[in-house]
Nanobody
Framework: QVKLVESGGGLVQAGGSLRLSCAASGRATGSYTGSYTMGWFRQAPGKEREFVASINWSGGTPSYQDSVKGRFTISRDNAKNTVYLQMNSLKPEDTAIYYC????????????????WGQGTQVTVSS
């Protein structure tokens, strides 16, 4: 079993920054850590959940959606079993609920391959 808990969302003005955290426990940590990819997705009202970024616990190059490249950075702290999403130069179109997920598919961008999800954290960017 894997448990994921997101935090760090909030209200920010356009051009501002936020850092989201996703704390993992259970089979996504410890000796199983390297077998999981952690991903951030987002879902705006009336839209489907979309991929934002992903990173594998064991290393390798992170993956990003084109619209966030150069603005968002995904990183991990293996000692804390936590994945972060640093979001800079935020835009109103970044407004959504952000979800953290875990998958055994390496750097997957497909939400259907993610077996575990957190509860989500709201990010609102005002213009």
């Amino acid at each position: 079993q894997v448990k994921l808990v997101e935090s760090g969302g909030g209200l920010v003005q356009a051009g501002g920054s936020l850092r989201l955290s996703c704390a993992a426990s259970g089979r996504a940590t410890g000796s199983y850590t390297g077998s999981y990819t952690m991903g951030w997705f987002r879902q705006a009202p009336g839209k489907e959940r979309e991929f934002v970024a992903s990173i594998n616990w064991s290393g390798g190059t992170p993956s990003y959606q084109d619209s966030v490249k150069g603005r968002f950075t995904i990183s991990r702290d293996n000692a804390k079993n936590t994945v972060y999403l640093q979001m800079n130069s935020l835009k109103p179109e970044d407004t959504a609920i952000y979800y953290c997920g875990a998958t055994t598919y390496y750097n997957s961008r497909n939400s259907r391959t993610y077996a575990y999800w957190g509860q989500g954290t709201q990010v609102t960017v005002s213009s």
